[in-house]
């Protein structure tokens, strides 16, 4: 089969292609339940301004200034989950879009696993994989917090019930 079929609770979530379901998870479970590691979470309220932002309580995550685009028109005040994969949190050169939103995480374990080099970060109060190939890992500096970029994030609300995604057709 080219298809898989990701159910719980005895409903399917959602009936894909592997990458499909990979790249554009329609809700928060499946997101969750395919890649390994998982995907990074952050919960909290827009906060709406020349750029999008994530007010987590404990800190404020940039969305950017297309954050809304066409998987969530997003709005002050709204209550957003944001998706990062593990190897969409790339270590920033300066090179990127001037409109790239950026972080900073410290670095707490760096673990090299022959063809790739997980990270497990701290961005404030959250606990965070990233997932780089050996030739981006970070030199070790006195200062161990590193500026990210993001790619642009999948989006959930995260009491919006999940709703199954037709069949794609390749």
Known sequence: GHRIVVMKDGEIQQIDTPMKLYEQPVNLFVAGFIGSPAMNFFRGRVIA????QLDTGAAQL???VASGGPRFAATGGSELVVGLRPEDLVPFTGHASAV???FSARVEL???VVHDISLTLRFVKTALVARLTPQAIPAAAPDPHLPFRPAPPPRFHPTTPPR???VSRP
């Open 49 to 52: 301004g020349t750029d999008l």
């Open 110 to 112: 760096i673990e090299p």
């Open 62 to 64: 940039p969305l950017g």
């Open 100 to 102: 790239a939103p950026t």
């Open 164 to 166: 199954p995604r037709p």
